[in-house]
Structures are given as C-alpha cells and as structure tokens.
C-alpha cells in the first residue's frame, strides 16, 4: 500500500527539481510559514540536487557561463557571487589568478553544491511546518487515485501525493543505430557510453586514438576526462555537421538587431533580421559573439508565437548553429581546447558513422564524409559516446516515460520535442491529468513548449513559476 500522501512528489531530484523545492518552499516562507507543506524528492543518484550536470567531480567541468549570471534568484544576481566569496575555499575552489568571483566560472561540482545548501536554507526557513523527505530510488510508473498520483519505484515501493513535478531531466541520445546490442557487447570497454564516469576511462593513458561522437560541450567534458585520466594522444571528433563548440568570449550584446515590440512573426523574418545584423558586426570589425545575447532574451516570445511548422524547420536546420552558438565553452576550457587544436591533438571529422567493429585490439569505425557517399575507415583505440540527448519522448527508452505515455498521462509536443505542457506554468496538458494543476513539468520535458528550457537561467525562471503555481493550488486546497 502507498505510504502516507504527500502535498507534492517531484520525480527527479536534479537542478530542475531542487530548484523546484526551492522556489516552493520560499513561497511558503513569504506567506509566514505557517502552511504545512510536505515534498518527497524521488531520485536515482546518490544526492539531490545534482543530477549529470553536477554529479562530475572533474573540476575542469565548469558551468558554461559567468557566476553573476548563475544564482538561483534573479531579483538578487550577486546571490550566487556571495555565496562563492564565503564558501567556495570550503568546497576547494578559488578563482583563477586575477579574476573575481562574480566572472569566474565554478566548476560545476561547486554549483552543485550551492544548489544543495541553498535547498537545506529554504527549508530552514519554511519553518516547522514544512518538510522535505529524500527518496533514493528509481520510479518506474505513476497512475491517477483518489488523493492525486501512485507512483511505483523499481524495488517495489508506492508512494502517494496529491500532485506531482515531472523533472526527469536529460535522458542520453544512445547514437545507437549503427550498433546492435552484439556489437555493443563485442566492444566492450572500448566503447564508453556514458563519458562522465571516470571508471570508465581507466588505461587510456595507454592509448593513441579516441574518437568522441559529438564535437559539443559535452565532446570537451570526454576530452577533459581523458586527459585526467592520463590519455596524452589524439582525439577525433565526428559530428554531422562537423560544428565545434567555441570558446566564450564575454561581450555586450549588439543593439537593435530585434525589437522586442515587433517581433518577426515567421523564421524567415527572424533569418532575415538576423543576416542583416551579422552584416552589419562585419562592416564594423566586431565579434559575432555579440548576437546570441542579443537574440536570446526574445527566444521564449519569438518561440511562443511561431507556428509548429516553424517551430519544426527550426528544428531541422536552425538548431545546430543556434545550440553551438549560444552554448560556449568557458575562460579555461576554451584555452585547453586551443591548446589541443594548436598541438594537432584534436581532429575534426564531418560525416556520419556506419558501423562500429571490433578489429583485433582496435575499433574499426566506418564513416562517410559529409556529402559523400563512400565508406571510409579509422582505426582508434576507444570511442566514446557524446551524442548528446534524446529530447523525442516516443524513442526515449525508459519505463516511466513509457507508462506515462501508454497511461495518456502525458502527449507528445507537436515539434516531436518534449510533452505539452502550458509554457507560463509548466501545468501538463494531457487527457490522462485527473484534474488541472496536478500534474507539472518542469526543465528539459518541456523543450518544445518553451525552447530554451535547458538552460540555468531558464530552468530557474520557469521552475518560479511552476512553484507560484503550486503554491496557489496547495493554497486553495488549505482553504476548502
């Protein structure tokens, strides 16, 4: 039988979920704390508030932007700079030579670590009447009951809540479909599926060739993982377009390349818009760096507004360039990925992979070159899979996507991109939901109902206003 109902569950203990907590326990605590609030905090790993973003303890993995820009409350930007002045040399991290705490780039262990300790201060502040219970598990399935949602965790276990936050987060692109369970077998150790598991990097110091799937910022976490391991040979990137994640240069945004009153209503006015700025950075000898913080604080308008035919040629042939824009490579990272390029230790490939084959105490990778239709081979040592993520929910391979698909519970976006939710709430919109406002999304499910939902200040934004939300519901409930 499920143990006691619970005001809310959050499946996903991640950034998403915690920051989730956060806000909704900070809502509680400005309206005097007296309300009782109780939150289950369903999660896989070990600890809250990390998920694979902050679970890396390599320290060259930094958060890809400046501290300033990072804290949990945008009404307070100094919030997370303060909290790295009093706390960082406790988590064993000081700022390069030279830089202040607000433009340095923490490594994102430290930033996990920030959202955990702020999670235990909202709490502390809620008062008494709110609690927080940590559940380490893996939840498999959810169904509507009387009082809300079941939830079944993969040992057996039933919860019970009256709503629930679907914070999944990210769910690995497999980049599979050259390779079959077999030959995922046959490969064995030499082929490393998930790149921040430092195990599984053992001996290639050894090694001369590793060729990472992906030429993204998660090709570079590989890379640095590599090489703490000991691996001082060549890496070869192959991603379709052969695009590689640049380093960040920071910069003011260039002016009047969009207003935000009149907004273009189709991509190809945004295209054009765009074209006309760039032109104009040329003729001016500026840096190009100076366009996506100019276009991105209108994402969520210009996303809202576009159709979903679109929206899905967005998809197909924008989003590359966009994502490799706008996510850069930080101060350090950048200056090691210089370094690997000025060596010759890093090859760029562009292409598309065939197979991959065992081939004595090599891999055999067979590839073809962007626009050519020939085979051709490389012999590396290790592959390792940077992919990136799997955003479809009908190819997403875990059991509780699945159930909650098969129990309507959720639908797929209409630009094949997350669930459909409401994109100023997060509310999902779904025929299975038992009653509005029981069921939220909050994070990476809701790409294609607010496009830039996987990013901190995103997830931060919206996960505010899931929780307002909440706490209007929760209120209502209290009141009846």
């Given at each position: 039988?499920?143990?006691?109902?619970?005001?809310?569950?959050?499946?996903?203990?991640?950034?998403?979920?915690?920051?989730?907590?956060?806000?909704?326990?900070?809502?509680?605590?400005?309206?005097?704390?007296?309300?009782?609030?109780?939150?289950?905090?369903?999660?896989?790993?070990?600890?809250?508030?990390?998920?694979?973003?902050?679970?890396?303890?390599?320290?060259?993995?930094?958060?890809?932007?400046?501290?300033?820009?990072?804290?949990l409350y945008p009404e307070r930007p100094a919030h997370l700079t303060e909290w790295l002045a009093a706390n960082a040399a406790r988590h064993g991290w000081t700022p390069p030579p030279g830089v202040d705490f607000a433009e340095a780039f923490p490594p994102r262990r430290v930033y996990g670590s920030y959202v955990?300790?702020?999670?235990?201060?909202?709490?502390?502040?809620?008062?008494?009447?709110?609690?927080?219970?940590?559940?380490?598990?893996?939840?498999?399935?959810?169904?509507?009951?009387?009082?809300?949602?079941?939830?079944?965790?993969?040992?057996?276990?039933?919860?019970?809540?009256?709503?629930?936050?679907?914070?999944?987060?990210?769910?690995?692109?497999?980049?599979?479909?050259?390779?079959?369970?077999?030959?995922?077998?046959?490969?064995?150790?030499?082929?490393?599926?998930?790149?921040?598991?430092?195990?599984?990097?053992?001996?290639?110091?050894?090694?001369?060739?590793?060729?990472?799937?992906?030429?993204?910022?998660?090709?570079?976490?590989?890379?640095?993982?590599?090489?703490?391991?000991?691996?001082?040979?060549?890496?070869?990137?192959?991603?379709?377009?052969?695009?590689?994640?640049?380093?960040?240069?920071?910069?003011?945004?260039?002016?009047?390349?969009?207003?935000?009153?009149?907004?273009?209503?189709?991509?190809?006015?945004?295209?054009?818009?765009?074209?006309?700025?760039?032109?104009?950075?040329?003729?001016?000898?500026?840096?190009?760096?100076?366009?996506?913080?100019?276009?991105?604080?209108?994402?969520?308008?210009?996303?809202?507004?576009?159709?979903?035919?679109?929206?899905?040629?967005?998809?197909?042939?924008?989003?590359?360039?966009?994502?490799?824009?706008?996510?850069?490579?930080?101060?350090?990272?950048?200056?090691?990925?210089?370094?690997?390029?000025?060596?010759?230790?890093?090859?760029?490939?562009?292409?598309?992979?065939?197979?991959?084959?065992?081939?004595?105490?090599?891999?055999?990778?067979?590839?073809?070159?962007?626009?050519?239709?020939?085979?051709?081979?490389?012999?590396?040592?290790?592959?390792?899979?940077?992919?990136?993520?799997?955003?479809?929910?009908?190819?997403?391979?875990?059991p509780l996507v699945r159930n909650l698909l098969a129990r309507k519970l959720v639908r797929p976006h209409a630009t094949g991109f997350g669930i459909d939710a409401d994109p100023a709430t997060g509310a999902v919109l779904a025929p299975g939901v038992s009653q509005p406002g029981s069921l939220f999304a909050v994070?990476?499910?809701?790409?294609?109902?607010?496009?830039?939902?996987?990013?901190?200040?995103?997830?931060?934004?919206?996960?505010?206003?899931?929780?307002?939300?909440?706490?209007?519901?929760?209120?209502?409930?209290?009141?009846?």
């Amino acid at each position: 039988m499920p143990e006691q109902i619970s005001d809310l569950a959050i499946i996903g203990g991640g950034f998403a979920g915690a920051v989730t907590a956060i806000k909704l326990l900070r809502a509680v605590a400005a309206e005097g704390g007296q309300a009782p609030l109780s939150i289950r905090i369903i999660e896989s790993r070990a600890e809250v508030g990390r998920g694979i973003a902050y679970s890396t303890d390599n320290d060259e993995h930094i958060v890809n932007g400046p501290a300033q820009l990072f804290g949990l409350y945008p009404e307070r930007p100094a919030h997370l700079t303060e909290w790295l002045a009093a706390n960082a040399a406790r988590h064993g991290w000081t700022p390069p030579p030279g830089v202040d705490f607000a433009e340095a780039f923490p490594p994102r262990r430290v930033y996990g670590s920030y959202v955990q300790e702020e999670l235990a201060q909202a709490l502390r502040d809620a008062g008494p009447a709110a609690s927080v219970e940590y559940v380490h598990g893996r939840a498999l399935d959810l169904h509507t009951a009387g009082h809300g949602y079941d939830i079944t965790l993969e040992d057996g276990r039933r919860l019970a809540a009256s709503r629930v936050v679907l914070a999944l987060g990210l769910f690995r692109n497999a980049g599979e479909s050259f390779l079959s369970p077999a030959q995922r077998a046959a490969l064995g150790r030499r082929y490393i599926d998930d790149v921040w598991n430092a195990h599984a990097w053992k001996d290639v110091r050894h090694e001369q060739d590793i060729l990472i799937i992906g030429s993204s910022l998660t090709a570079l976490d590989a890379a640095f993982n590599a090489q703490r391991a000991g691996f001082g040979g060549r890496f070869h990137a192959l991603s379709r377009r052969g695009l590689l994640v640049q380093p960040r240069r920071q910069l003011a945004p260039w002016p009047d390349v969009l207003d935000g009153k009149r907004l273009p209503d189709t991509l190809r006015g945004l295209l054009q818009a765009t074209r006309a700025a760039r032109r104009a950075v040329k003729a001016a000898g500026a840096d190009w760096q100076q366009l996506p913080p100019a276009i991105r604080p209108h994402v969520p308008a210009l996303w809202d507004k576009a159709s979903n035919a679109d929206r899905k040629r967005f998809l197909r042939h924008i989003r590359p360039f966009w994502e490799i824009s706008l996510h850069r490579a930080g101060p350090e990272s950048g200056k090691q990925l210089d370094r690997l390029l000025a060596e010759g230790r890093l090859n760029r490939l562009a292409g598309r992979i065939r197979a991959l084959r065992p081939a004595g105490d090599k891999v055999a990778v067979d590839w073809s070159p962007r626009g050519e239709d020939g085979v051709r081979t490389l012999l590396v040592d290790r592959v390792a899979n940077a992919a990136g993520y799997e955003f479809d929910w009908l190819r997403i391979d875990d059991p509780l996507v699945r159930n909650l698909l098969a129990r309507k519970l959720v639908r797929p976006h209409a630009t094949g991109f997350g669930i459909d939710a409401d994109p100023a709430t997060g509310a999902v919109l779904a025929p299975g939901v038992s009653q509005p406002g029981s069921l939220f999304a909050v994070g990476h499910p809701l790409r294609g109902a607010v496009w830039e939902s996987n990013s901190i200040a995103e997830q931060v934004a919206g996960a505010g206003n899931t929780a307002l939300a909440l706490a209007v519901t929760l209120q209502a409930v209290e009141t009846l």
